[in-house]
């Protein structure tokens, strides 16, 4: 088994930073990808941002320039660093990981239950 559990959220004012994490534990022996995802109330899922395990990065044109990804390899641990933030960024943000539990060249994909980020005065 495999759990993604993400934590940090919030209530912030706009132009506020939050810092959300998200701790992979379980069967896993090793972590493709991990990255960030949201959705707002009554629109779909999107990412915001990912990480390559190599270090690679990608994100959203929405948060570019305000939001950066990094992860902690040997923790297994991704963040999200959110500053100037805007009451458009409210929705619930989702950590997801593409992993493989054995040496097998076989990805599973997880997610975590979502955290709650709120940007309003």
């Known amino acids: 088994q495999v759990q993604l559990v993400e934590s940090g959220g919030g209530l912030v004012q706009p132009g506020g930073s939050l810092r959300l994490s998200c701790v992979a534990s379980g069967n896993i022996f090793s972590i493709n990808v991990m990255g960030w995802y949201r959705q707002a109330p009554g629109k779909q899922r999107e990412l915001v941002a990912r990480?390559?395990?190599?270090?690679?990065?990608n994100y959203a044109d929405s948060v570019k320039g305000r939001f950066t990804i990094s992860r902690d390899n040997a923790k297994n641990t991704v963040y999200l660093q959110m500053n100037s933030l805007k009451p458009e960024d409210t929705a619930v943000y989702y950590c997801?990981?593409?992993?493989?539990?054995?040496?097998?060249?076989?990805?599973?994909?997880?997610w975590g239950q979502g955290t709650q980020v709120t940007v309003s005065s």
């Open positions: 990480i390559i395990s190599g270090g690679s990065t």
């Open positions: 997801n990981a593409d992993l493989q539990r054995t040496p097998r060249p076989t990805s599973y994909n997880y």
